[in-house]
């Protein structure tokens, strides 16, 4: 059951919204951040519900996306600042680095990300599913572009690693389709 929690930790990895409890992911859990989850798993054996507030911080967190585009190319991504709560995530749209300077303004631009319109994207995990002892389905709320939409993905977990490779639909979100193929690719990992 202390996967459960961990693993919904994980689903507001892939997007985000700032929340009020931020933690430092370099820290490091206290026994009484560890009994707050024991407490928390105790609880949801009994309940059926996940109290994510009790999620430990995270270690070693690493999130890409692959943007495909025409005629079989495709670009790398991430993004330099993003602040990770307890149910949720932001990222900083502006910060987004591929590594090429002139595909970071391009991103930037109303076709894609509109920075300056829409600074943030945003994920607050509202589900978790356990398909098996090493993989669950979560679901959650994207607000990415002022769209708000649901999305579900799958989860690996190995011990104390954790983590997602999973195809994102862009459509819904206003990119220019002309431009880019729909589907980007997300990949997030982190240890607890």
């Known amino acids: 059951m202390k996967k459960e929690l961990i693993i919904t930790g994980l689903a507001v990895v892939a997007f985000g919204i700032i929340g009020f409890n931020v933690f430092n992911q370099n820290s490091v859990p206290t026994n009484l951040e560890q009994a707050n989850v024991s ?23 690493s999130f890409t996306f692959t943007g495909y585009g025409p005629a079989g190319k495709f670009h790398d991504g991430s ?5 990770l709560a307890t149910s949720s995530i932001v990222f900083k ?8 300077e002139g595909l970071n303004k391009h991103l930037c631009a109303t076709e894609f990300f509109d920075c300056v319109k829409y600074p943030e994207i945003k994920f607050t995990a509202n589900s978790l599913v356990k398909k098996s002892d090493t993989q669950y ?13 649901e999305v579900t993905f799958d ?5 104390n690693k954790f983590a997602a490779d999973f195809l994102l639909d862009t459509a819904e979100f206003n990119f220019n389709p002309k431009l880019v193929e729909n589907n980007v690719r997300i990949k997030f990992a982190f240890e607890i």
């Open 39 to 61: 407490e928390a798993v105790n609880n949801q054996q009994q309940n059926q519900s996940l109290d994510v507030s009790q999620i430990p911080p995270l270690k070693n967190f």
């Open 79 to 83: 993004f330099k600042e993003y602040t």
């Open 93 to 100: 749209a502006t910060t987004v680095d591929t590594g090429i």
């Open 137 to 149: 389905e979560v679901s959650g709320t994207l607000n990415f572009k002022e769209v708000i939409k």
């Open 155 to 159: 989860v690996s977990a190995d011990n």
